[in-house]
């Protein structure tokens, strides 16, 4: 972490701490903003695979969102996922590759991501917004999905037909949104009232209990193929969530564990890369 964002978090921490002292209540609530808030990273010169797309937008939850699509006509369609604080752009690595094996490929910013609008995104609004890409440019033959773009496609996959013919890659996947809301808490230091307040917040506001929102609990209900990556250093999304999926030892997935790769350099590893593409 360099210096400014050392001095950027003391700030926020004192700003809580104060906040929580004086008014819980307001604290739960620029907590739960917060955490639903992803910062707006300045993205990297367009791919020249970029040149190649067509370019797509669709209007989801009062915001215009827009995408990218490849190869249409492909054979095979296939939807690719970010996650948090990500862009579709970020997977034009798999673009040439995945068009050589004739799939079109479809890929939006979520929304509060990339060129999309918005400042804020629920999980909910992620699966929905997913649904209504589903609606307007699916069926999908197959999925890939990053970390909490993981998390809304299980939740997707729950809601739409599949089979055990459609592929799905979870690439170090948000498995349990409870871990993601304990490593918010641990990084700000916020106290146990404030996150019982965060949690009624949650749930007044129209959002299941965070224990849904789970993979784990998910998984029970898909039946696609799938290929789990998750790399055992992983300090975004836990591999001791991914390892009791896991031990569940279900038919349909088949994980492969790494060392030392970590969150994002795992999706952009050429020895993975491969596998997700013999996979696919």
Same mark, same amino acid.
């Given at each position: ?179 993601? #809301?304990?490593? @918010?808490?641990?990084?700000? &230091? ?10 009624? =917040? !949650?749930? +007044? ?30 300090? #975004?999304?836990? @591999?001791?969530?991914?390892? &009791? ?10 994980? =492969? !564990?790494? +060392? ?21």
């Amino acid at each position: 972490m360099k210096l400014s964002q050392k001095i950027a978090l003391a700030f926020i921490r004192l700003q809580f701490r104060i906040l929580s002292f004086v008014a819980p209540q307001k604290a739960a609530q620029k907590a739960f903003g917060l955490f639903c808030t992803p910062r707006r990273k300045k993205q990297s010169p367009g791919s020249p695979v970029l040149n190649n797309a067509g370019l797509l937008a669709i209007a989801v939850n009062n915001y215009l969102l827009h995408g990218y699509s490849w190869n249409a006509g492909g054979e095979k369609k296939i939807l690719v996922i970010h996650g948090f604080e990500s862009t579709a752009t970020n997977f034009c690595i798999y673009v040439d590759r995945l068009v050589q094996k004739n799939y079109q490929v479809i890929a939006f910013d979520a929304q509060a991501h990339g060129k999309s609008e918005g400042k804020t995104i629920t999980l909910p609004e992620y699966v929905h917004t997913l649904l209504s890409i589903c609606k307007q440019f699916g069926p999908f033959d197959a999925y890939m999905a990053h970390s909490f773009g993981g998390l809304a496609l299980a939740h997707l996959l729950e809601e739409i037909p599949h089979s055990s013919n459609t592929k799905v890659v979870f690439i170090a996947p948000a498995t349990e949104t409870v871990s993601a #809301i304990n490593g @918010f808490f641990s990084v700000l &230091r916020l106290n146990k009232k404030v996150r019982l307040l965060f949690e009624q =917040i !949650v749930e +007044q506001s129209g959002i299941r209990s965070p224990r849904y929102y789970s993979i784990r609990r998910a998984m029970n209900n898909i039946g696609a193929t799938v290929l789990w990556l998750h790399d055992r250093e992983d300090n #975004i999304t836990p @591999f001791t969530d991914a390892q &009791r999926v896991q031990d569940d030892r279900h038919q349909n997935i088949q994980f =492969i !564990v790494t +060392q030392g790769l970590g969150h994002r350099k795992i999706y952009r590893d050429p020895t993975i890369m491969q596998q997700i593409l013999d996979f696919l």
